[in-house]
């Protein structure tokens, strides 16, 4: 692929990030242009989740399971999310930090692996982009390879966040209807003025909405 050809693949990627809302979607179309772009044989979007100590995916693709959770403290994966570092590796059995045990879960044969971490506006990482084997020569990935990643980290890391954040006040919608429907029939709200009637009106025509 060209220069020409992958700056407007980019340029697409960004327009449909913008367009999606759902968190799934979003992680799909990340690692269905991440593939490509990179000309690799799978790429996989690991999550962040500081709770558990863990990172996991949903989508790997060709892989024979949908979810992948392993320790935040192992692997290629772990150590770009522990560190914030990005890794470009020719020779993943050659290198200490590969978890092998993954490749035995999958029964996937990992060559090489570059890694880019998925920062917020924060600085804070919540996910990583994995490529695996390069599947054109010189079969591993180049410093080309790692500055289109990057790019694309810098896309999913809005994209990422936008669906998180609008997830959350579908979530906090689905709440206040709740309360709603455990309250009176009128909003317990005080007053008779134009303006208080106001409020009222406008929690009816906003309650059923998302």
Not at 5 to 15: G, P, R, T
Not at 94 to 116: L, Q
Not at 185 to 204: D, Q, R, T
């Amino acid at each position: 692929m060209d220069e020409v050809e992958k700056y407007k693949s980019l340029i697409q990627v960004a327009k449909l990030l913008a367009s999606e809302r759902d968190i799934e979607s979003v992680l799909e179309i990340i690692m269905e242009n991440t593939t490509s772009l990179l000309q690799a044989d799978r790429s996989s979007l690991f999550l962040v989740d500081r709770e558990k100590k863990e990172v996991w995916s949903k989508i790997a693709q060709g892989a024979e399971i949908s979810e992948i959770r392993v320790p935040i403290d192992r692997g290629i994966v772990g150590y770009t999310a522990t560190t914030g570092r990005p890794l470009n590796i020719k020779d993943a059995y050659a290198d200490d930090r590969f978890f092998r045990d993954i490749d035995a879960i999958t029964g996937y044969v990992t060559r090489s692996i570059i890694s880019f971490p998925v920062k917020n506006y924060r600085g804070e990482v919540i996910g990583v982009i994995e490529s695996l084997n390069k599947k054109v020569p010189p079969y591993h990935f180049t410093d080309d390879d790692m500055d289109v990643l990057s790019i694309i980290a810098s896309l999913a890391a809005v994209a990422i966040e936008s669906a998180y954040a609008r997830q959350a006040l579908i979530d906090e919608n689905i709440n206040l209807k709740n309360i709603l429907k455990r309250s009176e029939p009128e909003p317990a709200l005080v007053g008779e003025s134009k303006k208080i009637k106001e409020v009222i009106s406008l929690i009816k025509r906003v309650a059923p909405t998302d």
